[in-house]
């Protein structure tokens, strides 16, 4: 079994789609070891996306996930990692993410694209690490 850590970015919170993410990630048949709601920090925010740090993006990407609270999960299954990649669809919405993904169904832009998904088992500890710190 294997976790990964989802974020329902502020988009995602302010537009009332948690319980959609939430229904997608139980109804695949993964469970929920942690969640919280979280104002999210510039500090959290940077340590975060710090691979993306120097991308035209950048600044842009830390104003809009610090610009509300974000629902913050723990989902841990058999392949979590790539299943929840699979539910979130591609980063592009339009171009990426298929219909019946959760950016497929409910964005249009690249950056407001509603949900975050770790993208490796490695990448998955370190923001665990980041987000739960006291997670066991
Ligand atoms: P996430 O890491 O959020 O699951 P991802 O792995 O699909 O998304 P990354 O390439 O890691 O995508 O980019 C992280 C996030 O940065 C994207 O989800 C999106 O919100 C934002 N982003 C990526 N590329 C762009 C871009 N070209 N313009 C604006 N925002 C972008």
Same mark, same amino acid.
């Given at each position: 079994s294997e976790r990964t850590l989802v974020l329902v970015k502020p988009d995602g919170v302010a537009r009332g789609l948690v319980g959609e993410v939430l229904v997608r990630i139980e109804r695949r048949g993964l469970k929920l070891a942690a969640l919280e709601l979280k104002n999210v920090t510039e500090d959290l925010a940077s340590q975060h996306y710090a691979?993306?740090? !120097? &991308? #035209?993006?950048y600044q842009s990407l830390l104003d809009f996930i610090t610009s509300g609270p974000v629902v913050a999960i723990v989902v841990e299954g058999p392949r979590a990692v790539s299943a929840f990649r699979q539910i979130a !669809?591609?980063?592009? #919405?339009?171009? &990426? @993410? @298929?219909? !019946?993904?959760v950016r497929g169904d409910f964005a249009l832009e690249v950056q407001e694209n509603i949900v975050h998904g770790s993208d490796s088992t490695e990448s998955a500890a370190r923001e665990i690490s980041l987000w739960f710190p006291d997670l066991p």
């Amino acid at each position: 079994s294997e976790r990964t850590l989802v974020l329902v970015k502020p988009d995602g919170v302010a537009r009332g789609l948690v319980g959609e993410v939430l229904v997608r990630i139980e109804r695949r048949g993964l469970k929920l070891a942690a969640l919280e709601l979280k104002n999210v920090t510039e500090d959290l925010a940077s340590q975060h996306y710090a691979e993306h740090n !120097g &991308k #035209p993006f950048y600044q842009s990407l830390l104003d809009f996930i610090t610009s509300g609270p974000v629902v913050a999960i723990v989902v841990e299954g058999p392949r979590a990692v790539s299943a929840f990649r699979q539910i979130a !669809g591609g980063t592009d #919405p339009v171009e &990426k @993410a @298929a219909p !019946g993904s959760v950016r497929g169904d409910f964005a249009l832009e690249v950056q407001e694209n509603i949900v975050h998904g770790s993208d490796s088992t490695e990448s998955a500890a370190r923001e665990i690490s980041l987000w739960f710190p006291d997670l066991p």
